[in-house]
């Protein structure tokens, strides 16, 4: 999702740079920036110069350090795993001045766990966007006790000048979206073991009957199955509730490197 924030943060005149250490990812997001740029021109959403500012605004930048040197607000979104967030952290604020912000994407894990493994937990801050980032309007804002509130503030007035709408989440596992989000998409998966229905229909009663943009299964496909497991995982572990038991189905299928449209086959072929 790295890619989809800065690109959303360049669109609202940030200067940003896209940084990953595995110089593949890093090719691969600027490339998914230029395309999706160029389809908004095509579609009339945005005109050749305006495009083009954009793509000005971003620079891909292979070395941590030169990508965030005197940064104001870093948002990483590397992979959902706590112990890796927490280095990262720590190498940030390191190499940050003492007033930037350092900001989380995680959709689940504990900001406060996050926090504490950095010097200055109080400018550590979730913000949780959504995939796609360009088109999903929703950031959740999440705090938690060491939180500084201007901090805070601060991360919402950036996300709003991004164009996104947000709501101030207490830090708990799942926060708002992610736990419920991730019961219905378990549950989807559950219903299409049990043969209930096929993963298109289920996902068009939810589209059609209640509205939603977009099926939990192909939600699925597009996060990751991966992720969705981890997720799933992490919340069964710390609220210790069965309806966040990863079902059967979703186990083999990441086993299996069936992992969604980033592999080409999820739930659906892409």
């Not at 790295?2 to 890093?26: C, F, K, P, W």
């Not at 604020?93 to 504990?110: C, F, K, M, R, V």
């Not at 601060?154 to 708002?176: H, N, Q, Y």
């Not at 096929?198 to 939810?206: G, H, V, W």
Request: aromatic residues 4%; glycine residues 8%.
């Amino acid at each position: 999702m790295g890619h989809g924030i800065a690109q959303v943060a360049a669109m609202a005149g940030y200067d940003t740079r896209l940084t990953d250490e595995n110089a593949a990812s890093l090719a691969v997001g600027w490339d998914r920036i230029q395309s999706n740029l160029a389809g908004a021109v095509t579609r009339g959403k945005l005109t050749k110069v305006e495009a083009d500012a954009v793509i000005a605004s971003i620079v891909p930048v292979a070395e941590l350090e030169t990508a965030v040197h005197e940064a104001d607000l870093v948002i990483e979104a590397v992979v959902e795993d706590l112990p890796i967030k927490q280095s990262l952290f720590q190498r940030l604020e390191a190499l940050l001045p003492d007033d930037a912000i350092l900001a989380t994407n995680t959709s689940s894990l504990s900001i406060t766990r996050i926090a504490d493994a950095t010097r200055r937990p109080s400018r550590v801050v979730g913000m949780h966007f959504f995939n796609p980032v360009h088109i999903m309007k929703l950031v959740e804002i999440v705090t938690h006790a060491q939180c500084d509130e201007k901090v805070v503030l601060s991360a919402r007035a950036a996300a709003e000048r991004m164009g996104k709408t947000t709501i101030l989440v207490r830090d708990t596992p799942g926060f708002a979206s992610s736990r419920l989000g991730v019961v219905l998409g378990l549950e989807a998966m559950r219903m299409l073991e049990a043969g209930v229905a096929s993963a298109a229909d289920i996902d068009t009663a939810m589209e059609l009957g209640y509205g939603h943009p977009m099926g939990p299964l192909r939600l699925t496909d597009l996060v990751g199955l991966d992720v969705r497991l981890k997720i799933a995982e992490y919340l069964h572990s710390e609220l210790a509730d069965e309806k966040f038991a990863p079902p059967r189905i979703l186990r083999e299928k990441v086993q299996r490197g069936e992992l969604g449209k980033k592999t080409g086959k999820g739930f659906y072929e892409w």
